[in-house]
């Protein structure tokens, strides 16, 4: 289970921190303040654990600017953030989550996520900036079926 992760909607003064990360990793990051983004951070007791993003698009989600502190990663926690935030979408009504990730789709097929054309997304999650323009055509697009994932999400590891 969880335990003692908490997810927390990001404040805006927050956002900064989250920005310098994802512009340490190359990751598309000077659109956060705009409106249809929300983004959470997740906590051990120890502090920060990670961070992740979704954009809205009817029942379908982009998850975006999943990133974790470099002392915190290749310990399992990238998968807790993901599924702090996944369960933060399914909160949300979402059915699916849609991502674009240069390096690090092994990660994402690790976690349940499958490769997919970006043809097959819906037409608002491929018009999205990241869709549009924010990720390089040579983007793997993965998706996650929240319904039949979200029974074992907290289940793959002792969190
Ligand atoms: C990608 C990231 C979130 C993964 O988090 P992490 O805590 O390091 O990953 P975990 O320890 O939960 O790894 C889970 C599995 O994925 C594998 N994995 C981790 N990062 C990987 C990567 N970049 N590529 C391929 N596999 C990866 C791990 O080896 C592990 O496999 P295992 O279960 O066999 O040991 C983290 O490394 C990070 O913040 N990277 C920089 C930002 C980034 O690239 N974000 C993705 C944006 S789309």
Redesign the pocket.
């Given at each position: 289970m969880m335990g003692s992760r908490t997810a927390t909607p990001l404040a805006k003064r927050d956002l900064p921190a989250l920005a310098a990360l994802l512009a340490m990793?190359g990751?598309p990051n000077q659109d956060i303040a705009e409106a249809g983004r929300r983004f959470w951070r997740v906590d051990a007791p120890d502090g920060l654990l990670?961070y992740g993003g979704l954009e809205i698009y009817g029942p379908d989600g982009l998850l975006?600017?999943?990133?974790?502190p470099p002392e915190?990663?290749?310990?399992?926690?990238?998968?807790?953030?993901?599924d702090a935030i996944s369960k933060e979408a399914v909160a949300l009504g979402l059915e699916r989550l849609w991502?674009?990730?240069?390096?690090?789709?092994?990660?994402?097929e690790?976690?349940g996520f499958t490769r997919a054309e970006r043809g097959d997304a819906p037409p608002a999650i491929r018009a999205s900036a990241q869709f549009a323009g924010l990720c390089p055509g040579s983007a793997v697009c993965l998706r996650r079926d929240l319904a039949s994932t979200t029974a074992g999400m907290d289940g793959r590891r002792k969190l």
């Open positions: 990793e990751l990670g975006r600017s999943v990133v974790l915190r990663r290749r310990k399992g926690e990238g998968c807790t953030v993901v991502l674009l990730t240069i390096g690090a789709a092994g990660f994402f690790r976690i």
